[in-house]
Structure formats: C-alpha cells, structure tokens
C-alpha cells in the first residue's frame, strides 16, 4: 500500500480563500505601515540561536521549550535555529548593519512566518505568521502610545472590533529587579502551592510565574500583584510618571484600556511599557497580539544603549477572530468557447484582457456551454464572453451580464474597452 502523506502536525494549510483572507491581511498592514512611517524589511528563517538567548531568556518557555533547532552540518558551524520571534532578529539586522550610524531613529515593518517547537493547541501553532513594528532610538512615551494605537489601528482596518487592550508597567531595569525580588520573597512562602514548572522559574526566573497558563498559579499572581503591600512600590518616580502619562495619552485618544498589574508578557526583554490585545472570539487563547518597551535589548545584544518599542500581531488569531466565511477572488470575467475550433481565439482574448488588468479566465476542461456558464455561476464570476462560431465570423463576441441575465453582441475590437466599462460600472453599483 502507497503511504499518504498529510501536513506536519502544529502546521497548517491555508485554503484558497484563506490565503485571499491572509493576503489582504497583509496588504492592510503595508497601507497602514506606510502611514506611519514603517519601512518593511524581509529577514531570512534562519537565526544563531544566541540571538533569541541572548534576548528571550535562556529561562523563558521559548528557549527551554519552543525552540527549533537544526542539525549542525559539522562542529564548525554555529547553533542554528528558526526563528521564534521578530524583535530580536530585527535588533541584529539594526546591529549588523550598524543602522544606528546612519540615522538616530529608525522604524521597521515586517510580516512572515515564525515557529515554535511547542505542543500545538488551537491558535498556537508550530509555524505561524507575524506582521510587527519595530522602533528604535526614542525613549519617548508618546512612542508608546503610537505603537498602541498603530497596533490598534491595524486590528480596525483588518475589521477585528472585538478586543481588549490590556497595559502595564514593568519599570525601568532596577525597577524590574526590584519586583523580582518581592515576587520571590512572597512567593516562596507558597512554593509547594505552584506547579512543578514554576517552582523550578521561582529560583531562575520569578517573574516568569505571572506568564504561566496554570489556573492555580494564575490565582497566586493575582492576589501578589494586587496586594497593597506590593502595588507599584517597586516602581521609581520617574517610571511611574512615565505610566501615567501614557495611560494619559490612551485617554485623550479616545483609547479604552485595563490596567492589568500582571502583564509581564513571556519575553526577558521587556521594560517599562507592555501591553497585550485579547479578543474573547479565540477561546482561552485569546492573545491577538502584544509589544511593549526593550530599553535594553540592543545594548545585551552588544550593540550601543539605545532604547526602543514595538509589537507583534499574530495573523492566524487575527483570522480565527474574523468571520470566516470570506470567499476567494474569483475573476471578473470568464471566456467562454462553443467548439474546440475557437479555443486559440480565446486564449488570445484571455491572454489581451490580462494584458489590460482584467482578472480574467477561462475554462480547459473541454466543458459545454452550458458546463462552463454553469461554473461560471458557480464561482460567482459577473461576466462570460462567449466565443461562437457565427458572431465571431462577423467580428463579434456575446458579452453576457451573469448578474443581470442579460447578453450583447459586442465588436472583437471593442471587448477590453467594454468590459472595463461594465466592471467599472459594476463596482460603482455595489
């Protein structure tokens, strides 16, 4: 018996009118990245895979976990990984390229496929795709609030209108130390109370136990992180005026937000600023995206002390999110052959239509007239030249309105100028 292959598990296939959902997905974000000053780059899969644990976390679920190695060709060649994330990778790229020379501030874009090692669940997957914002150079709070609403903005032009946003801050390095340090005096109290995982993050990494899934630890985080005792406490002056002022600016922009004292998000990276967008539409795992502040990413990655923010949407949550019933791009115009005779004469008008930015095709199965209207219907395309042998002797084509039920005798000469017009017509009509 011949084996049947099917897709690797934690992967997935995008459908026809799933990859038109991603695809305009994508084109949205480039238009609203633009706005905004975003420059797009494409970086390759493939990573040293001290980039991520330098930057991640050699403690975080990602490294010790998620990550994907490949076999080394020899032990000459460096650990290589595929990607688990953008930010540290557009840090190198930023790095490498000594881009900071060039200018003081510098904004990226980028879309692509990222992947992760982990047990694969609804909306987490083992390669996933990201569109994210990076920028760097600024320690501005009014950056922050950009990267919020830029964030935002995407999720509205994509069409999600079921979201939270949920904001927090983790201060500025010594801040973030000193909140380590109550977490793991008041925590320890409780240790035989956490899970096996996070009793183990308790001595490595404490903060880590605010990221962890576990209902029981989740519990324990909360009831730490509003305590009076613990507060903002551990925050500086200048942090917290810094908070204040961005939940401020998310105010007067009309930008509703929960202040959520345990959003650490599950990177090392972050300070100051996190933040993290939900939608109830995707079940327990209901993050959409999430960015914040790395003040000091660059600078563990060798680089200068710059400061920078940015964020990350995830576009398979993003599509479960939306309504899936959106249908492929069919084309506008489906050319139609009665006699095998006529078939080069209508690969011809195919291939001038095309010539003319007209979606158009037309059918290479040897179907009847009445197979080939009959999938024209059916794959909701508005318009069908039919080729036939005695218009065509007197230099004519039948232009038939699939919507209207209508047909017209229209000159070969004419057609492309025609059917733009009756397109053009259509669309305004809709």
Do not use: W
């Not at 990201?130 to 919020?148: K, P, Q, R, T, V």
């Amino acid at each position: 018996m011949i084996k049947t292959y099917k897709s690797i598990r934690g992967t997935y296939d995008f459908s026809p009118e799933e990859a038109c959902q991603f695809n305009k997905i994508a084109e949205k974000a480039r238009h609203i990245f633009a706005l905004y000053g975003y420059n797009e780059i494409i970086l390759p899969f493939l990573e040293e895979e001290g980039v991520f644990v330098r930057s991640v976390g050699e403690t975080t679920d990602i490294v010790e976990k998620q990550i994907f190695r490949i076999a080394k060709r020899n032990d000459s060649d460096s650990d290589i990984v595929l990607r688990p994330e953008g930010t540290a990778q557009v840090v190198r790229y930023y790095l490498e390229h000594a881009l900071y020379k060039q200018s003081d501030f510098n904004k990226f874009s980028y879309i692509g496929a990222m992947f992760r090692g982990e047990r694969p669940q609804k909306g987490r997957l083992r390669q996933f795709h990201h569109i994210g914002a990076e920028a760097m150079g600024s320690d501005s709070i009014f950056l922050d609030a950009e990267m919020i609403s830029l964030a935002l903005r995407l999720l509205d032009e994509i069409g999600i209108t079921e979201r939270k946003l949920n904001v927090n801050t983790l201060g500025c390095q010594v801040d973030k130390e000193k909140f380590m340090s109550l977490l793991k005096k008041d925590l320890s109290a409780r240790r035989n109370e956490l899970c096996p995982d996070c009793q183990r993050r308790l001595l490595k990494n404490p903060l880590r136990i605010l990221d962890c899934k576990q209902e029981n630890c989740k519990k324990i985080a909360i009831s730490f992180c509003l305590s009076e005792t613990t507060g903002k406490t551990y925050l500086c002056d200048d942090c917290n005026n810094k908070f204040q002022e961005l939940l401020k600016l998310l105010k007067s922009s009309n930008i509703d937000y929960v202040y959520n004292p345990c959003l650490v998000r599950g990177l090392d990276y972050y300070t100051n600023t996190v933040f993290e967008i939900t939608s109830t539409a995707l079940g327990s795992q209901d993050a959409i995206g999430a960015g914040g502040r790395y003040n000091n990413l660059i600078k563990n990655l060798g680089g200068p002390d710059i400061p920078a923010s940015g964020f990350a949407l995830g576009v398979e949550r993003v599509m479960l999110a939306l309504n899936k019933s959106q249908a492929q791009i069919s084309p506008d115009v489906f050319i139609a052959v009665i006699g095998e005779n006529l078939r080069d004469e209508g690969f011809k008008m195919l291939r001038d239509l095309r010539s003319a930015g007209v979606h158009c095709d037309m059918d290479y199965c040897a179907k009847s007239l009445r197979g080939q209207l009959r999938y024209a219907e059916k794959k909701d395309i508005n318009f069908v030249v039919i080729v036939a042998d005695e218009e065509y002797k007197q230099g004519l084509v039948i232009l038939k309105d699939m919507k209207a039920s209508t047909q017209d005798k229209v000159k070969k000469e004419d057609l492309i100028e025609v059917v733009r017009g009756a397109i053009a017509d259509g669309e305004g009509a809709a």
